[in-house]
């Protein structure tokens, strides 16, 4: 029975040893960007207007994929691809913000590092140049997680961040959607704001429905550190100091190492009441989902029965990045280290 045995477990060891080596198949590191969702379909997009959304989203991209393939951490590479698409005017952050209905920019963003939960976001700042590096800046150099209004911006004068003129983010499409807006309503129409350009003399071509602008970025780098980041100029026509998901952690933004990053954007209040971020988060921790499965789980399913639209861009626990929307559309990217860049922008595209 000894020799038996003995035998068997020979073979065994044999056979283990002749097995091949399983071959790592999750990336080395990875980021996905997302740009907004909304009805964007391609009837509603010149060629032009196509090819800017397309070589903003390449460029934002580019910037974060630098920074990891270099070594770098996924939240420099979160915070800089962030900050390209924060300064382009196509979309709803930063420079490109939509307007309240008093005619003013009130901006919102998050950060979060997956590997020991920190977090920083701002609300309602109407001077700083790139919140999503204010909201940083509280997660690092401040006790808090969320700061607001005027107080956020005194403490982006503190750390030195750049400030601007309320009317850098002045564009006039956002004015035009903020017009249009306002007389569905039968509201009226604030004064153009202090500093804004002229009045075009020609038409502005059709607006695209970009409905849910907000813009966010999840990395994972090299040494498997999981970030997410999200910046919004919010809804248009917003009142009453509104502020909808892209500040808050677990329903914006969220990041866990070894499990996720989650960046989203839609109907905010509805996101909120379903922790958006955070339960796709523990799908794939508790599940073992990937982050397809436990995205549209949320988005195509429970977000979908409540009334709400919107998107979420993911890396999951094995480094892959995925997406999920129930918008005709999706301003959308991604690359790995063992993957080309993607962009896309409409449902038919991968």
Same mark, same amino acid.
């Given at each position: ?13 044999? *056979? ?15 980021? *996905? ?21 397309? %070589? ?12 990891? !393939?270099?070594?770098?951490?996924? =939240? ?9 698409? #924060? ?5 709803? *952050?930063?420079?490109?913000? @939509?307007?309240?209905? %008093?005619?003013?920019?009130?901006? %919102? ?12 976001? @701002? ?37 030195? =961040? ?10 006039? !499409?956002?004015?035009?959607?903020? #017009? ?11 004064? !153009? ?49 509104? @502020? ?44 073992? #989902? ?23 861009? @993911? ?19 991604? #690359?790995?280290?063992?993957? *080309? ?10």
């Amino acid at each position: 029975m000894r020799i038996a045995g003995a035998l068997a477990i020979l073979v065994l060891l044999s *056979a283990c040893a002749a097995a091949p080596a399983r071959t790592q198949s999750a990336p080395g590191w990875s980021i *996905a960007i997302h740009g907004g969702a909304g009805i964007i379909e391609r009837p509603q997009l010149t060629a032009e207007t196509e090819a800017a959304y397309r %070589d903003g989203l390449a460029r934002a991209l580019a910037a974060g994929a630098a920074v990891l !393939r270099d070594g770098g951490a996924s =939240l420099d590479a979160v915070e800089a691809a962030a900050r390209i698409l #924060e300064d382009d005017p196509l979309f709803n *952050a930063g420079r490109g913000a @939509v307007f309240t209905a %008093d005619g003013r920019n009130e901006l %919102d963003a998050s950060i979060m590092d997956g590997r020991a939960g920190a977090a920083g976001a @701002v609300a309602g700042v109407t001077s700083v140049r790139n919140p999503i590096s204010l909201a940083r800046a509280v997660m690092e150099k401040s006790p808090h997680v969320m700061l607001m209004g005027a107080g956020a911006e005194a403490f982006a004068t503190e750390q030195g =961040l750049a400030r601007v003129p309320p009317a850098y983010f002045f564009t006039e !499409r956002r004015w035009l959607q903020l #017009e249009e807006t306002l007389r569905a309503r039968g509201a009226p129409i604030p004064a !153009r704001p202090e500093g804004a350009t002229p009045s075009p003399s020609a038409a502005l071509a059709p607006l695209d429905d970009h409905a849910f602008g907000t813009i966010g970025v999840v990395a994972r780098d090299q040494n498997g550190h999981y970030a997410a980041g999200t910046s919004t100029g919010g809804t248009t026509g917003k009142r009453w100091g509104r @502020v909808g998901d892209s500040p808050v952690i677990g329903a914006g933004t969220f990041a866990r190492n070894g499990v996720c990053a989650v960046s989203a954007t839609g109907t905010g209040e509805y996101f909120i009441r379903l922790s958006v971020a955070r339960t796709i988060c523990a799908r794939i921790e508790y599940l073992s #989902e990937s982050g397809k499965t436990a995205a549209d789980a949320v988005i195509r399913d429970a977000l979908t029965a409540i009334g709400g639209d919107g998107c979420v861009i @993911v890396i999951d626990a094995e480094g892959a990045p995925a997406w999920s929307f129930n918008t005709p559309g999706m301003y959308r990217g991604f #690359e790995t280290s063992e993957t *080309a860049p993607v962009i896309s922008i409409f449902a038919d595209e991968p």
